[in-house]
């Protein structure tokens, strides 16, 4: 239920206008954000690196309404990418479609998806596509098999264990060689999409792990990303590939900036390939709401500080 409210939230224009109005909303949400401004991520993917952890940087930003919008966004993630060459620094990227102008028409977005894949081909780094809510799903795994089929192998999307059809997608997607990022999905989706229950969204990324490991043991190439903070998922992982002997090196896990900072730095100690996904820029509203829906004690630290000052 708070999960639902929070999740309504985060795309309401209202709710928006008047928390980002706080700033107690910017200092709670500096926790999850590395900063404004490309400089900041920059700081943190070298800060990062020197905790033996490796970077994936995220320009925030969604569903844009102009396809003025969507090419500066597309720009912004240029002026990224040379950012990243340019300090010496080794990160991936991810980004949304929705940013690129997918709600305006796939072309558009395949447009500016293709020029950001040239250029992070030009640097030698590799673009994750964020799987959004379920109404893109199918958008999102036509345009990254597009990109495919125009030679990009420098890509790979995400899949989420909540979803009824994602063993389904996984199988797919293994047959082709596509990179996949596993999460359990941070969106508000109906009983007919996804399963209502945590049990149910928990055995399936298991399950769902269980099938991305097998494939990186004959198939290097599919080197998936175990994306949670849950440490029952990473021991199944970690379980998994131990008894199959599936070598640590064949797959990575993948946490998100602020959440969960000495499992991350553990699971590196260990010998694991660990990547935080780092999340920049001045669009921080509705991945902010995502990661107070995603544990009712954030919320309770932002209410409290709220009626502090
Ligand atoms: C690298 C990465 C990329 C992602 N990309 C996508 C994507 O493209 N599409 C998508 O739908 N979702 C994405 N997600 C979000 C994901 O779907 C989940 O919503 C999120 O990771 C919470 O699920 P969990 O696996 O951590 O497990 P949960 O069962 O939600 O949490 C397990 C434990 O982790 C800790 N934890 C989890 N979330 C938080 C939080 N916000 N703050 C503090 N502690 C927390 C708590 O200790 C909690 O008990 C991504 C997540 C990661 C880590």
Redesign the pocket.
Known sequence: MLRASLLYLSHSKSARGLITRFPVARAVSSR?VAGETMGDVIRVIRELAARGLMS?ADHLGENVASEADAARAADDYLRLLDQIAAAGVKSHV?LKLTQFGLDLGEAVALGHLRRVLERARAVGTFVRV???GAEYTDRTLALVRAARAAGYDNLGT?I?SYLYRSEADIAALIDEGVRV?L?????KEPPDKAFPA?ADV?AN?VKLTGALLKAAQHTPAIYP?I?????K?IAAAKDFAAANQIPPASFEF???YG??RELQETLAAQGYNV???VPYGTEWYPYFM???A??P??LWFFVSNFFKR
């Open positions: 999850f994936t991810s964020d799987m959004e995400v989420q990022r999460c359990k999905g941070a969106y945590k928990d990324y990303a994306a949670t903070h849950d440490e998922m993948q946490m998100l959440i969960r990547r935080v996904y995502r990661r107070l995603e544990r004690a954030n």
